[in-house]
């Protein structure tokens, strides 16, 4: 976790999150499940293309005016639903739990042939596009009419894994249409224009901030001065979207170009955009859906980075951060010693199947050595726990 973010949330967060109530942050509402049941609506949400959503409240639940979080699954542009995302509908369940108003949604999809033709896909995506923005304007519009969902329109937050994340990354980082190239634009043309045809219109695509799983945007560029901020994760080793700038899914889809979380790190950086970003080293797509392991860790990040953003400065103090962790020699044959800038309480060694396979109480110390020598070669994951209140540290580890 490159928690440098975490330090520039106590120096700018007044500026970026302007004024924010917090009459209804605390007593672990939004950090942990306060509600044990939920309830699930599925709704049509764009009726000219009879797409459906699934929308998740807590039960019991009396408060007014809830955040709202939209989630998009993953799929290649050409499969996938609203409830065949592991990933999607466990952070849904999760985070309602916990609070929120969640959905989780179908959007357009092209066929095989489409990723063979790179105007067919650039237009299955902007046609996905449409419909993410379609979404958020469902809601917008129940609150200014019936007012079902007891939403609070400035907490919106939009996001997915994978094609999902890249749909609604580009819904949060293309802001006119005066940014888009002109095959975006073409197809943008063909699409209803730039907020699309997806239904809703008349209502604002306002949000707050987008969730980023092993997502991309066609260019590093599209993110400048002022953007939305995000959350983010991806395995570096990823080459279905690529970490860095390159072809997606090489082979198989045709040659467009995708920039992933290791081309965009530095362009949020340098943009002074608000973001929270981590790395699973070694990893490729999506590694943390179905696996026990990364999976609670992604549940943490977006937790935590949403609870900065609904609560603002009051939740500083109770808002999870990570450690500063080394391990070395790496690799290791026969014994490893853990570095951590925050007392350690567990440590766990996975294997690649996400089958744990050692753990050690390290006792509050900051200094740790794991005897590794009745391990295996190859590799494995250290997942470093630091206690309550802090997210825990994943770490690759190479034995030989």
Same mark, same amino acid.
């Not at 943008?188 to 907020?195: H, I, K, P, Q, T």
């Not at 070669?377 to 726990?385: A, D, E, L, N, Q």
């Given at each position: 976790?490159?928690?440098?973010?975490?330090? &520039?949330?106590?120096?700018?967060?007044?500026?970026?999150?302007?004024?924010? #109530?917090? +009459? /209804?942050?605390?007593?672990?509402?939004?950090?942990?499940?306060?509600?044990?049941?939920? #309830?699930?609506?599925?709704?049509?949400?764009?009726?000219?293309?009879? &797409?459906?959503?699934?929308?998740?409240?807590?039960?019991?639940?009396?408060?007014?005016?809830?955040?709202?979080? !939209?989630?998009?699954?993953?799929?290649?542009?050409?499969?996938?639903?609203?409830?065949?995302?592991?990933?999607?509908?466990?952070?849904?369940?999760?985070?309602?739990?916990?609070?929120?108003?969640?959905?989780?949604?179908?959007?357009?999809?092209?066929?095989?042939?489409?990723?063979?033709?790179?105007?067919?896909?650039?237009?299955?995506?902007?046609? @996905?596009?449409?419909?993410?923005?379609?979404?958020?304007? =469902?809601?917008?519009?129940?609150?200014?009419?019936?007012?079902?969902?007891? !939403?609070?329109?400035?907490?919106?937050?939009? *996001?997915?894994?994978? @094609?999902? @994340?890249? $749909? =609604?990354?580009?819904?949060?980082?293309?802001?006119? &249409?005066?940014?888009?190239?002109?095959?975006?634009?073409?197809?943008?043309?063909?699409? *209803?224009?730039?907020?699309?045809?997806?239904?809703?219109?008349?209502?604002?695509?306002?949000?707050? +901030?987008?969730?980023?799983?092993?997502?991309?945007?066609?260019?590093?560029?599209?993110?400048?001065?002022?953007?939305?901020?995000?959350?983010?994760?991806?395995?570096?080793?990823?080459?279905?979207?690529?970490?860095?700038?390159?072809?997606?899914?090489?082979?198989?889809?045709?040659?467009?170009?995708?920039?992933?979380?290791?081309?965009?790190?530095?362009?949020?950086?340098?943009?002074?955009?608000?973001?929270?970003?981590?790395?699973?080293? *070694?990893?490729?797509?999506?590694?943390?859906?179905?696996?026990?392991?990364?999976?609670?860790?992604?549940?943490? &990040?977006?937790?935590?980075?949403?609870?900065?953003?609904?609560?603002?400065?009051?939740?500083?103090?109770?808002?999870?951060?990570? @450690?500063?962790?080394?391990?070395?020699?790496?690799? +290791?044959?026969?014994?490893?010693? !853990?570095?951590?800038?925050?007392?350690?309480?567990?440590?766990?060694?996975?294997?690649?199947?996400?089958?744990?396979?050692?753990?050690?109480?390290?006792?509050?110390?900051?200094?740790?050595?794991?005897?590794?020598?009745? $391990?295996?070669?190859?590799? =494995?994951?250290?997942?470093?726990?630091?206690? /309550?209140?802090?997210?825990?540290?994943?770490?690759?580890?190479?034995?030989?």
């Amino acid at each position: 976790m490159n928690t440098r973010h975490y330090s &520039l949330l106590l120096l700018c967060i007044s500026i970026l999150l302007g004024q924010v #109530s917090h +009459a /209804q942050c605390g007593n672990g509402r939004y950090l942990t499940t306060i509600f044990p049941t939920y #309830s699930v609506t599925t709704v049509t949400y764009s009726t000219p293309y009879n &797409l459906l959503m699934d929308i998740y409240q807590p039960t019991g639940d009396t408060y007014t005016k809830r955040p709202l979080v !939209i989630l998009a699954h993953e799929g290649s542009f050409v499969e996938g639903s609203r409830n065949s995302d592991s990933t999607c509908v466990q952070l849904c369940r999760n985070l309602c739990q916990r609070g929120y108003v969640t959905a989780s949604i179908d959007y357009r999809l092209g066929t095989i042939t489409s990723l063979l033709d790179s105007v067919q896909i650039i237009n299955v995506v902007v046609q @996905a596009i449409s419909d993410g923005k379609a979404a958020v304007r =469902y809601f917008v519009q129940d609150a200014s009419t019936t007012n079902t969902y007891k !939403i609070d329109t400035n907490n919106i937050f939009i *996001g997915g894994n994978s @094609a999902g @994340a890249v $749909l =609604y990354m580009h819904v949060c980082y293309l802001d006119s &249409l005066g940014e888009c190239p002109n095959y975006i634009v073409n197809a943008m043309d063909s699409n *209803g224009g730039f907020e699309g045809n997806s239904g809703n219109a008349g209502y604002t695509t306002k949000f707050k +901030a987008v969730i980023d799983l092993a997502g991309g945007l066609n260019k590093v560029s599209f993110v400048g001065p002022g953007d939305k901020p995000s959350v983010n994760a991806q395995g570096d080793q990823d080459a279905v979207v690529p970490y860095t700038c390159g072809e997606p899914d090489p082979g198989v889809v045709v040659p467009i170009t995708l920039c992933g979380l290791g081309s965009l790190e530095p362009q949020y950086n340098a943009e002074s955009i608000y973001h929270w970003s981590l790395v699973f080293p *070694g990893a490729g797509h999506v590694p943390w859906d179905n696996n026990p392991v990364m999976f609670p860790t992604v549940d943490s &990040l977006v937790t935590n980075f949403l609870y900065t953003l609904v609560c603002g400065t009051e939740g500083v103090n109770e808002i999870s951060q990570a @450690a500063e962790c080394d391990i070395y020699p790496n690799p +290791a044959s026969t014994e490893v010693s !853990i570095r951590s800038s925050l007392p350690m309480e567990n440590i766990c060694v996975y294997d690649i199947s996400g089958r744990m396979i050692l753990q050690s109480n390290a006792g509050g110390k900051k200094n740790y050595d794991i005897n590794i020598s009745q $391990l295996a070669k190859g590799m =494995y994951v250290v997942r470093i726990y630091s206690g /309550q209140g802090y997210m825990p540290v994943i770490k690759k580890l190479t034995i030989e």
